[in-house]
T-cell receptor
Framework: TQLLEQSPQFLSIQEGENLTVYCNSSSVFSSLQWYRQEPGEGPVLLVTVVTGGEVKKLKRLTFQFGDARKDSSLHITAAQPGDTGLYLCAAAWGNNRLAFGKGNQVVVIP | NAGVMQNPRHLVRRRGQEARLRCSPMKGHSHVYWYRQLPEEGLKFMVYLQKENIIDESGMPKERFSAEFPKEGPSILRIQQVVRGDSAAYFC????????????????FGQGTRLTVV
């Protein structure tokens, strides 16, 4: 079973549109991270959310941690082609391991 | 400041050969993690090492796989007698220290080694 479920798996939108992707779990986490991975590259950390209900902004990206610290969302405003990539959520568990979701593949069409 | 360096970027091995993947963590980082990424499966934890110690190898297959992080030199992930199912992207990550009870410290990933077994 997957600890973190990400939805939708694949999303294609036009440049300028907004989008939201989700990361859900039945477990409670002390923190949750979002990464972006481009083809042929490693994941790059975007943000870490720690407090239930926390909202963090990174330019046009808005990250929210659920009040119960079981889920998170990523909202992109006015998406641009450069936002294309695989967005991964990850949570620490056990002995400093990271558990990853399968990712949200986002494609922004110019 | 160089990031996490992995080499080779691409590695092709015939079934039965050995694969050695190298990872040099970021300067000042003493914690190294290896992950494997298979299509449709996402990133899976394999092993967590500190200098000269394996801290957690719960994600490592029981046979053929081993990892080390010597006092000097890079961390090595070694796969003996490779099979086609070992074909995947292998990523190394490093962090400077352990977070307080959770992953409180940022971890940085390398670009990965793409292993193809033919």
């Amino acid at each position: 079973t997957q600890l973190l479920e990400q939805s939708p798996q694949f999303l294609s939108i036009q440049e300028g549109e907004n989008l939201t992707v989700y990361c859900n779990s039945s477990s409670v986490f002390s923190s949750l991270q979002w990464y972006r991975q481009e083809p042929g590259e490693g994941p790059v950390l975007l943000v870490t959310v720690v407090t239930g209900g926390e909202v963090k902004k990174l330019k046009r990206l808005t990250f929210q941690f659920g009040d119960a610290r079981k889920d998170s969302s990523l909202h992109i405003t006015a998406a641009q082609p450069g936002d294309t990539g695989l967005y991964l959520c990850a949570a620490a568990w056990g002995n400093n391991r990271l558990a990853f979701g399968k990712g949200n593949q986002v494609v922004v069409i110019p | 400041n160089a990031g996490v360096m992995q080499n080779p970027r691409h590695l092709v091995r015939r079934r039965g050969q050995e694969a050695r993947l190298r990872c040099s963590p970021m300067k000042g980082h003493s914690h190294v993690y290896w992950y494997r990424q298979l299509p449709e499966e996402g990133l899976k934890f394999m092993v967590y090492l500190q200098k000269e110690n394996i801290i957690d190898e719960s994600g490592m297959p029981k046979e053929r796989f081993s990892a080390e992080f010597p006092k000097e030199g890079p961390s090595i992930l070694r796969i003996q007698q490779v099979v086609r199912g070992d074909s995947a992207a292998y990523f190394c990550a490093s962090s400077p220290s352990v977070g307080t009870g959770a992953w409180g410290t940022e971890a940085f990933f390398g670009q990965g080694t793409r292993l193809t077994v033919v």
